[in-house]
């Protein structure tokens, strides 16, 4: 779930100069802070505002997820306060964006998995590309990669899909701590 609120002006925000910020704080449920005029200030319509992302982890049906908006708008900016990174009256506006299935699971019958890899493979012109559909942890980079290893495939009439499940499989995730 990703909860965006637009605060006080950049200059007085105080905010850091990173891209985005994995929280760790045990007595808030924020996992990640993305401050976008970070990435780019082109994202951000009035510089003079400060346009935050936090990323809440959480399932379908629990506490967090059938949160009301306007509440789960109070309780973001609330934990934001509570590890002193606004002010709760800075807050100008926010929206909640729920986004279901958003991790694949690698568990259960995930053991199975390369029985419905040998099938939909066999389809010459199914061509499995990205996160979901590839039902793979993959990031945007990767999933930006197999859509290029397939429409490069594609044109070529090549129908071995080998090269496109190859990606990602050896590959360091970039998040991961070093
Ligand atoms: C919370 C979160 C944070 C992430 N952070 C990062 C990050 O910081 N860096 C990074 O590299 N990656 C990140 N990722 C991963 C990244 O978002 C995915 O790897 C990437 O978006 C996958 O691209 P995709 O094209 O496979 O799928 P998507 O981007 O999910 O695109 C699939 C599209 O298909 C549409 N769709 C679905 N079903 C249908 C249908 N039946 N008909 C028509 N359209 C349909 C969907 O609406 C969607 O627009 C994050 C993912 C999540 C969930």
């Not at 704080?25 to 990435?39: A, K, M, P």
């Not at 939909?120 to 290893?149: C, E, P």
Request: with cysteine; charged share 25%; net charge negative.
């Amino acid at each position: 779930m990703t909860q965006n609120a637009q605060s006080l002006s950049a200059d007085q925000s105080n905010m850091p100069p990173d891209n985005w910020i994995y929280i760790q704080e045990r007595d808030v449920r924020i996992g990640r802070l993305q401050v976008f005029n970070n990435w780019s200030p082109h994202l951000v319509s009035d510089p003079s505002k400060v346009w935050l992302g936090l990323e809440y982890f959480c399932q379908e049906g629990d506490d967090l997820w059938t949160k009301p908006d306007d509440e789960m708008i109070r309780f973001a900016a609330a934990e934001l306060a509570k590890i002193g990174m606004i002010d709760e009256s800075d807050v100008l506006d926010g929206t909640v964006i729920r986004v279901p299935k958003t991790y694949p699971a690698y568990f259960g019958s995930y053991s199975d998995f390369w029985k419905i890899r040998e099938f939909v493979d066999g389809i010459g012109n199914l061509f499995l590309v990205g996160r979901n559909g590839m039902h793979r942890y993959n990031n945007q980079d990767h999933s930006m990669l197999t859509a290029k290893l397939a429409a490069e495939a594609i044109v070529a009439g090549n129908k071995d899909k080998s090269a496109i499940w190859d990606v990602n499989v050896d590959d360091e995730y970039h998040e991961e701590k070093k």
